[in-house]
């Protein structure tokens, strides 16, 4: 059983810094990309910031100059970095990525999510 566990989050004061931790755990082969999207409500995940296994980064918009991305790729441990937090970085982060198996199948896997409440 593949599994992504998120650490990290709660409350953060405005303008204050945020990081997150997630490892993934359970058989497989690799993992690629790994990466963290954010859910408010009323809307959909929105991608924040992804990295690959080789160090190709995506990063959103949204996210550009306010977060960052890095990753143990021994440990399979992704971990994300806020900078500055206003309000509306308040919300559920997700943590996903992509397993493969030695037959080259994958399958995205999503974390439950971790609560992130900005206050001002």
């Known amino acids: 059983q593949v599994q992504l566990v998120e650490s990290g989050g709660g409350l953060v004061q405005a303008g204050e810094d945020l990081r997150l931790t997630c490892a993934a755990t359970g058989t497989f082969h690799t993992v690629n990309r790994m990466g963290w999207y954010r859910q408010t409500p009323g809307r959909a995940r929105d991608h924040l910031i992804s990295?690959?296994?080789?160090?190709?980064?995506d990063v959103s918009d949204s996210a550009m100059g306010r977060f960052n991305i890095t990753r143990d790729n021994e440990k399979n441990v992704v971990f994300l970095q806020g900078h500055g937090l206003r309000s509306e970085d308040s919300g559920v982060y997700v943590c996903?990525?992509?397993?493969?198996?030695?037959?080259?199948?994958?399958?995205?896997?999503w974390g439950q999510g971790i609560q992130v409440t900005v206050s001002s």
């Open positions: 990295m690959y296994k080789n160090g190709q980064i």
């Open positions: 996903t990525a992509r397993f493969y198996e030695l037959d080259f199948n994958y399958r995205n896997v």
